[in-house]
């Protein structure tokens, strides 16, 4: 079989240490037979959520970069989560019309990326190599209202204010997190997998397809 390619539609830079590693780790949890390209070096030229209205074209020239499937994840802010999804599946719809040949895994991260990275505590403690006992709080991932503030809350307390962020070791918790707790903790990262799962379905039907001909 051949490999197969991703590319990323995100809202930031600082998004893109971390989904594409999430993403790479859970096609090899569930699919370790399947080898991987380099990913595409194309970004969309929005920033934040506004890169889902040109979603289509963009999936277009991933098409022509060769990518097989499009990972598209943007944060739910404050209590847009319907509104998010919508755009998404408009989007998406768009593609089908236009018939451009990429399937789109999209994600909505509740309220911030940063939740997903908030659900494992014994990954950060592992990245983060502090007291323990002085972090007296860990909210639920999804129901934390700025998940960016009360990582970096964290990180300063086990680092005694050495780190003040954890931008610079988001790879870092990206690779350290338990999927399984992830996927548990965070369902809306658990239903970001299955749309990337069924996206890899459909591209190995794809494959055995091509080849049978």
């Known amino acids: 079989m051949r490999s197969l390619k991703l590319g990323f539609a995100l809202e930031g830079n600082s998004d893109y240490p971390v989904i594409p590693c999430l993403t ?18 194309r970004r969309p030229r929005k920033r934040g959520h506004g890169f889902i209205s040109e979603l289509p074209t963009f999936a277009r020239q ?7 499937i499009l990972v598209a994840v ?3 802010d404050d209590t847009l989560l319907s509104e998010r999804r919508d ?4 989007a998406k719809e768009r593609c089908r019309e236009w018939q451009i040949a990429i399937c789109i895994a999209e994600g909505l991260a509740v309220r911030a990326l940063e939740a997903w990275l908030l659900a494992d505590e014994a990954a950060i403690f592992g990245v983060f190599d502090g007291d323990k006992k002085k972090v007296i709080h860990f909210p639920a991932p999804e129901k934390e209202p700025d998940p960016k503030s009360a990582l970096n809350r ?9 780190e003040v962020t954890f931008a610079s070791f988001s790879q870092e918790l990206a690779e350290a997190v ?4 992830l996927c548990q903790r965070c369902p809306q990262f658990n239903e970001f997998a299955k749309h990337l799962l069924d996206c890899i379905k459909e591209w190995q039907r794809i494959v055995v397809r091509s080849s049978e001909k």
């Open 24 to 41: 790479r780790r859970l096609i090899a949890e569930r699919f370790p037979q399947i080898a991987l390209d380099e990913d595409s070096i």
């Open 62 to 68: 991933l098409c022509d970069d060769g990518v097989d």
């Open 74 to 76: 943007v944060d739910t």
């Open 87 to 90: 755009l998404l599946k408009a």
């Open 154 to 162: 964290i990180v300063r307390t086990l680092t005694k204010g050495r």
């Open 178 to 181: 338990r999927l399984s707790l």
